[in-house]
């Protein structure tokens, strides 16, 4: 007898929060695992850890009929994992990019200082998603430019902040900026939820992608070097 919990009989229908059999509903990620064939879990292998749960807090924040537009997307997840640190701060500068603009002033204000302490990190690095993501997190912050200057100010309180962000506090920033959009006064929540998911999902593969590309690089570009071939510095 298969255990269902493993191997699924039955098509989840999506639906908010964690299920404990596919016949009880399927959030985002559980329908991931479903896809990829791994065991049922909202925390399968399959996706980065940060999209994943991007995608979870969307699945959760959306109406019904918000969700159901959700489905396309999750056979495109699976296979979007990587252990590069750089890639969550991404995903937090495009969830604040969408939250900013629209949350009430206190969630502005957070998102805020997480897009300027984003922007120390990613000016150490020059790839082409980078200078976007740059570009997304400075529009972000000219469109509130209130909460940017109290941002600025919490900083400069503060004293300097220590290089990088950590796993856990990027996840808390996407959860806040996912959080702010659904209560925002906006008519078109879902809209920009779905919106938001789609773009993250795209720029986890782009960097992906790219990180597979420079992998196979060395490997395609190895020439044994002779006598007769100079070597410069």
């Known amino acids: 007898m298969r255990d269902e919990t493993t191997y699924p009989d039955v098509m989840p229908i999506l639906s908010p929060g964690k299920h404990r059999s596919p016949r009880r509903g399927a959030c985002f990620m559980e329908f991931a695992s479903y896809l990829a064939g791994e065991r049922w879990s909202d925390h399968p292998a399959c996706t980065h850890g940060t999209l994943a749960h991007l995608a979870r807090m969307v699945n959760d924040r ?20 990587s252990n590069d640190a ?10 604040a990019h969408a939250a900013v603009p629209i949350a009430a002033e206190e969630r502005q204000r957070s998102q805020a200082v997480a897009l300027r302490v984003a922007l120390t990190v990613l000016a150490e690095h020059g790839e082409v998603l980078v200078a976007e993501s740059r570009e997304l997190a400075e529009a972000a912050l000219r469109a509130a430019p209130a909460a940017d200057a109290w941002a600025t100010r919490f900083i400069e309180r503060v004293g300097p902040v220590r290089p990088g962000m950590t796993v856990q506090q990027c996840r808390d920033i996407v959860t806040g900026a996912v959080d702010g959009i659904a209560r925002a006064c906006v008519g078109d929540a879902d809209d920009r939820l779905v919106a938001l998911l789609t773009a993250a999902v795209s720029d986890t593969a ?10 196979d690089v060395p490997a395609m570009a190895a020439v044994p070097v002779t006598a007769d071939v100079p070597i410069t510095g």
């Open 206 to 215: 782009r960097f992906v992608g790219a990180a597979r590309e420079a992998a």
């Open 62 to 81: 959306t109406s019904d009929a918000g969700r159901a537009r959700l489905a396309p997307l999750i056979p495109t997840v699976i296979g979007l994992t």
């Open 86 to 95: 750089l890639l969550d701060v991404l995903l937090v500068v495009r969830a």
